[in-house]
């Protein structure tokens, strides 16, 4: 497999990282070889990587490393601020009523139950109504493509803000809708869960300039939105 390479330079590397593929080894990891990010792009440049931050595996697109410990060690805490912005794509059952809005609904850590402060701004890009039953409730079905901005880096949070809001990301295994997905495996043949971290933009630590990195959809994320008639 190669590696998608979006930004480099002598400090730090951005991949579109596939959908499947882990960040790095993990004991979450089942599968029998499990392949990892990390490693192949190691592999592909010829030099060790060290990621900055982590994507879910389901999830595609811009993933950032750094060249060398020191370039980590530079931008690796401002993961945890609002310094680096992080934007993503979600396709989502059912049609926000807003244009414009904000879910700041507190989530529990995992490892103790704790409830952390939690924060996404979301925008609808576009909307839609196709003529087919994904339950028989309603002859019709309703999506939208959002734009969703996290504030806070919390484990699955734009999966769990919009589970909490009802507005279930299409092909979410964890935090999604099981009719939902079902249907867009059978009447669309999608595998994959509609989650695309298409952006990211932050002050460069090293020369102070302004990075902008921008990773295209995955094919199968595109075909959803011909196949029902959303505007990306």
């Known amino acids: 497999m190669v590696l998608?390479?979006?930004?480099?330079?002598?400090?730090?590397?951005?991949i579109n990282k596939p959908a499947g593929l882990l960040v790095h080894k993990t004991k979450l990891a089942k599968d029998e070889i499990p392949i990892f990010a990390m490693q192949l792009?190691?592999?592909?440049?010829?030099?060790?990587?060290?990621?900055?931050?982590?994507?879910?595996?389901?999830?595609?697109?811009?993933?950032?490393?750094?060249?060398?410990p020191e370039a980590a060690a530079l931008l690796q805490p401002e993961f945890a601020t609002t310094n680096i912005k992080k934007y993503y794509l979600t396709v989502v059952r059912g049609i926000p009523a807003e244009d414009h809005f904000i879910i700041d609904h507190p989530l529990k850590k995992d490892?103790?139950?704790?409830?952390?402060?939690?924060?996404?701004e979301f925008w609808k890009l576009s909307e839609t109504e196709i003529p087919f039953a994904s339950t028989p409730r309603y002859p019709t079905s309703r999506y939208a493509l959002l734009k969703a901005y996290?504030?806070?880096?919390?484990?699955?949070?734009?999966?769990?803000?919009?589970?909490?809001?009802?507005?279930?990301i299409i092909g979410d295994s964890s935090h999604g809708e099981n009719k939902q997905n079902r249907f867009?495996?059978?009447?669309?043949?999608l595998n994959n869960m509609l989650l695309h971290a298409a952006g990211m933009e932050f002050i460069h630590p090293v020369n102070n300039e302004n990075v902008v990195i921008s990773a295209p959809i995955p094919d199968y994320f595109q075909k959803i939105l011909l196949d029902i008639n959303l505007d990306l």
């Open 4 to 14: 998608e390479i979006l930004f480099e330079d002598d400090y730090y590397i951005a």
């Open 41 to 68: 792009l190691r592999d592909q440049i010829g030099q060790w990587v060290y990621p900055l931050h982590r994507i879910d595996r389901p999830t595609s697109g811009v993933l950032l490393f750094a060249k060398s």
């Open 111 to 120: 490892l103790d139950g704790t409830l952390q402060d939690c924060k996404t």
């Open 150 to 168: 996290p504030h806070t880096g919390r484990m699955h949070q734009i999966r769990r803000h919009l589970a909490h809001a009802r507005h279930y």
């Open 184 to 189: 867009f495996k059978e009447k669309f043949d």
